[in-house]
């Protein structure tokens, strides 16, 4: 079943240096349907992607993301934030 996740970045410029790390515009990761971000009032950023499974979602996270991460030196950041909340879909329109 598809899930949905939504996560804060504490900036645009932390956001789009993992996301440049973690290359999913040239290489879309498996089982990623969507993302979508946008810069908040408060100058973070709210990050949404849907995916086919949460099994999807894990590797992508273990494999990719976490890696990016590190090499952004922001884990520590990260991993003392809130973790993003994942939630199963009931309905969902491509």
Do not use: C, Y
């Not at 956001?15 to 973070?44: C, H, M, W, Y």
Request: aromatic content about 6%; overall charge negative.
């Amino acid at each position: 079943m598809a899930v949905v996740q939504v996560a804060i970045a504490p900036s645009r410029e932390m956001f789009e240096k993992v996301q440049e790390l973690v290359g999913a515009d040239q290489n879309r990761p498996t089982g990623l349907i969507l993302q979508s971000a946008a810069e908040l009032p408060s100058g973070e950023v709210q990050v949404v992607s849907v995916w086919e499974s949460a099994e999807a979602a894990g590797a992508f996270v273990e494999t990719r993301l976490f890696p990016a991460f590190s090499e952004a030196g922001v884990m520590e950041l990260v991993m003392a934030s809130p973790m993003p909340e994942t939630l199963e879909t009931f309905h969902l329109i491509r």
